[in-house]
């Protein structure tokens, strides 16, 4: 039987991995000029494909911007294909927002050069996530092509059906040999064709119908230019035909022959055939936690309070929030998140993190002050508290803020005294008083005598859903609630009572139900014979627990507002491998834990530092529920997942077959895991890192990953990666031996009410989006914070731009609109069985209608009934976007 070979020549390129940026960028100058001169001068050279990611053109155009008429027209005639994606993502660490925006600038940025592909290629991702069809489908991708996750105990074809957690699908094409198959076609007569009777033939065997894909490219691979001679050659030696041909040209040829196809479901993670590196998650965990942390910062903090700054008539600065996006979108590359690179990559991938986060924060602070200094007021210091959720909230917040000599009282905007805790303070009276700039000298500025800079815990009530509220500083009284040392090792709140054991570790009582959770907050730490790419255990491993500790430094401090343990402990460790190995351990860890109850907050929150000096090993905190699963529960991509706690089958198959992977549990989340049964749940919420594996007799214990460290790029012959190296195993990277300081968030929540995905999801969101706080005082006004002239005060104390009235669907994004004048908000159901019901509620706000996830319009206009418009009920998992407008 003849088969139509479409011949797709492309690159892979890395913008970084063992090389940087810098150097990719050098090379991507020559491969590109090559690419368009060949298909300028070659018309029978029909397609090129530039691995679907835009940033390689504003790469090239930054230095070759007289070429861009040129890409243009290639791209315009379909000949040069670009795009969907800005970068190639990865898909299972990074955020679906992430992914989401990455897909939304990466198309909007194709179609300026004139065309985009609609295909989601993803050709080197490790692993698909079960959330994919549903984010495809939002941009109007209705097909996909990857490579990894797929094995013959799932299909045994390369054409299928996909079908997501929410149930959509799209029709996917996997390239069972890599991207790289067809990259290196020999020239002679007789090494062509057994090189083409191999390797056709292996495609042949697994495609269902008599189109096949032959990927003409690797990695940083350069144009074959004398590809059109080497087919004209193969069809004279070849009984098949051979064409040089696009991805979508391909997968239209194959529905055009076929139209049923089988059908895979979720997560698409099989390392069988090849490698999907999972346990990357956590992988170079400092650079992990500021991804995840800018992530969130950007998406639940930056972005609303734009939206509540732009609804107050001040300019919403699109272009800058697209250059921190971008920014991110380079990290969020597959090597880049993964952090499986050399050191001097790594170290510029921090290096965007940095600007990422230091530009985010100051737009944050710009447009908070923008609003704070509108506000009416005659006090002459004021706090002006922002809630970005889209419902009130009233909590204990923790502000990093100035407050001088006076003794003052906290009122809110309906004059409530509201307590505060002073926690610690520093005096910085000389050198915050030497920056005041006074433009105006004829106004009377107060100057205090004092000041410190100093952590303040405020009760903060009823703050406004997306909005502001005012709270006043009144001098000469004062109501403090004093942050005191005290005797014991227990600390308590409504909900739960801590108490410390020798140890260190804790014993938390839900006092809802009096039901006891004991030896609570374990560390363990064993080796990590592995790489940037997978955790390996060593052949020869000794595991260190706190639970074995005698004795640890515990202490207590509590106010009205919070109590605090703080517990400090040594785990003696192995230096390195070797003396591990030998069962030798004389290496100090140090490790300090503080555990804060809030008043009236059902998280206990923890903060823990290490001080880490040994060698290629893993940090981990255990929390043995006592609840035994045969799945854990854990948020993705818009939604919930539920995953299996014991590979049975998959080891059988690991045992009896060759895998390139040992099958684990090791997971990713976004900012939860629980264990759940029917009566009750508990959850840890970060964050920081986002692995997890669920550990224990009886699978009870959630295991979170708090850092790994190695020294090597690549490794041969892992315990769970046998065979060759990922990477280059002659990389050294010190820098990941992760040596000193290190810091980890993450809380725990133990209740009945953790057997609910829209519970945790409300949680686990509230967790992660922290109330935001702004002081204005004219004493700082000047070099400190930039001078900034007076305005007309014409704000009032207290504002809400909307609320979102749920029985459980979780905002996603709130922003202004790319293109236009309305409001972007994006919701998901968390739940996996059950709908969820929503209406967005305003004042200010009256025409609504949905939207796809690029933001066009889909025509469903949202009835409008008293001031709120009501959303068609969200299926499980679904994801929805809707536009509102200003009346």
């Known amino acids: 039987m003849t088969v139509n070979v479409h011949v797709i020549p492309h690159t892979h390129w890395d913008r ?18 090559d690419i368009l001169d060949t298909l300028e001068t070659d018309e029978r050279f029909h397609y090129f494909m530039l691995d679907a990611q835009a940033s390689l053109l504003d790469d090239y155009l930054k230095w070759r911007p007289e070429d861009e008429n040129r890409i243009k027209k290639l791209v315009t005639a379909k000949r040069l294909i670009i795009g969907p994606w800005y970068t190639q993502t990865d898909q299972l ?26 295909v989601g290629y993803v050709p080197d991702s490790f692993g698909q996530s079960a959330q994919m069809p549903q984010i495809y489908r939002g941009f109007g991708i209705v097909d996909t092509a990857f490579w990894r996750g797929v094995s013959d105990h799932m299909t045994n074809h390369t054409e299928f059906n996909w079908r997501g957690a929410d149930g959509s699908e799209v029709f996917a094409v996997n390239l069972p040999f890599g991207y790289y198959y067809g990259g290196n076609i020999p020239e002679k007569d007789d090494d062509l064709q057994a090189f083409l009777s191999e390797k056709i033939g292996a ?22 230019k004398n590809l059109p001679d080497l087919l004209e050659k193969a069809n004279e030696l070849d009984e098949h035909h051979y064409e040089i041909s696009s991805l979508e040209d391909y997968i239209a040829a194959v529905k055009k022959e076929r139209t049923s196809f089988e059908t895979l479901h979720g997560e698409l993670i099989h390392a069988k055939h090849m490698r999907i590196h999972k346990s990357i998650f956590s992988t170079r965990a400092d650079l992990k936690i500021l991804n995840n942390q800018i992530e969130n910062y950007l998406v639940n903090v930056m972005e609303p309070i734009l939206t509540i700054s732009y609804s107050l008539g001040h300019d919403y600065p699109h272009d800058t929030v697209r250059d921190i996006w971008y920014l991110m979108f380079e990290n969020a590359a597959h090597d880049s998140i993964g952090g499986c690179n050399s050191d001097t990559t790594n170290q510029d991938v921090f290096f965007r993190y940095k600007q990422a986060k230091e530009i985010a924060e100051n737009l944050v602070d710009l447009h908070m002050r923008l609003i704070a200094i509108r506000l009416q007021t005659e006090q002459e210091i004021t706090f002006t508290v922002f809630n970005t959720l889209p419902s009130k909230r ?8 100035f407050i001088t000599e006076r003794p003052f009282t906290l009122k809110d905007a309906n004059g409530r005294t509201l307590q505060y805790t002073v926690k610690s303070k520093t005096d910085v009276t000389d050198y915050v008083l030497a920056q005041q700039i006074s433009l105006n000298p004829s106004k009377e500025v107060y100057m205090p005598k004092q000041v410190w800079k100093a952590v303040l815990l405020i009760e903060a009530l009823d703050l406004p859903s997306v909005g502001y509220t005012q709270v006043s500083m009144v001098f000469d009284e004062s109501s403090e609630s004093a942050w005191e040392q005290t005797e014991g090792r227990v600390i308590e709140n409504m909900y739960y009572r801590i108490a410390a054991n020798d140890n260190g570790s804790l014993d938390i009582t839900d006092k809802q139900t009096g039901r006891t959770f004991s030896e609570q907050m374990i560390f363990e730490d064993n080796g990590d014979d592995g790489d940037s790419y997978n955790y390996s255990p060593p052949r020869e491993d000794l595991y260190v627990s706190s639970k074995d500790l005698s004795s640890a430094d515990i202490s207590v401090a509590k106010s009205g507002l919070q109590q605090e343990l703080t517990i400090k402990l040594q785990l003696t460790v192995p230096y390195d491998l070797e003396e591990r190995s030998k069962q030798l351990a004389a290496t100090s860890l140090p490790i300090t834990a503080k555990i804060a109850l809030n008043k009236d907050d059902a998280v206990i929150r923890f903060h823990v530092d290490v001080d880490n000096h040994a060698l290629d090993h893993r940090l981990r905190v255990l929390f043995d529920t006592g609840i035994a699963s045969n799945v854990s529960l854990s948020d993705q991509q818009f939604g919930t997942i539920e995953r299996p706690t014991e590979l049975t089958q998959e080891l059988e198959w690991w045992n009896n077959e060759h895998w390139e992977e040992k099958p684990i549990t090791i997971e990713p989340m976004q900012s939860f895991v629980a264990l759940r049964d029917e009566a009750y749940g508990a959850a840890l919420l970060t964050d920081c890192v986002r692995e997890y594996q669920i550990t224990g007799e009886g699978y009870t214990t959630i295991a979170y990953t708090l850092f790994r460290c190695f020294g090597k790029m690549g490794k041969e012959n892992l315990l769970y ?23 980890f968030s993450f809380g725990m929540h133990y209740s009945k009410d953790a057997v609910s995905e829209g519970h945790l999801a409300q949680l686990a969101k509230r967790y992660t989006t922290p109330v935001q706080c702004y002081e204005r005082a004219d004493f700082l006004n000047g070099r400190l914070i930039f001078s900034f002239r007076d305005e007309k005060e014409d704000l009032q104390s207290t504002y809400s731009l909307l609320d979102i009235e749920t029985d459980g669907a979780i905002l996603s994004a709130l922003k202004k609109e790319e293109h236009g004048t309305g409001i972007v908000i994006r919701l998901f159901n968390p739940y996996l069985t059950r709908q969820t019901a929503a209406s967005i509620n305003s004042s200010s706000l009256q025409h609504g209608e949905t939207a796809n996830l690029g933001e066009t319009p889909e025509g469903h206009i949202l009835k409008a009934q008293h001031g709120s418009l009501h959303i068609e009920p969200l299926t499980p998992c679904q994801v929805q976007t809707y536009i509102v407008k200003k009346k």
């Open 721 to 743: 990666r046998p065979g060759r190296a990922s990477g280059e195993k002659i990389v050294d990277t010190p820098d990941a031996q992760l040596q000193g300081a290190l810091s």
């Open 16 to 33: 970084e991995w063992y090389f940087t940026t810098s150097r990719s960028r050098i090379y991507l100058m020559k491969s590109v000029m």
């Open 394 to 401: 009233s909590e204990v917040i923790e502000v990093e803020t």
């Open 93 to 118: 660490v990074i955020s679906g927002e992430s992914i989401v925006r990455n897909l939304q600038y990466g198309i909007e940025r194709c179609q300026q050069f004139g065309h985009v592909m609609k």
């Open 203 to 224: 495609l042949q065997a697994k495609a269902t119908t008599k189109n096949v894909y032959f990927p003409n490219g690797f990695d940083q691979a350069p144009i074959r």
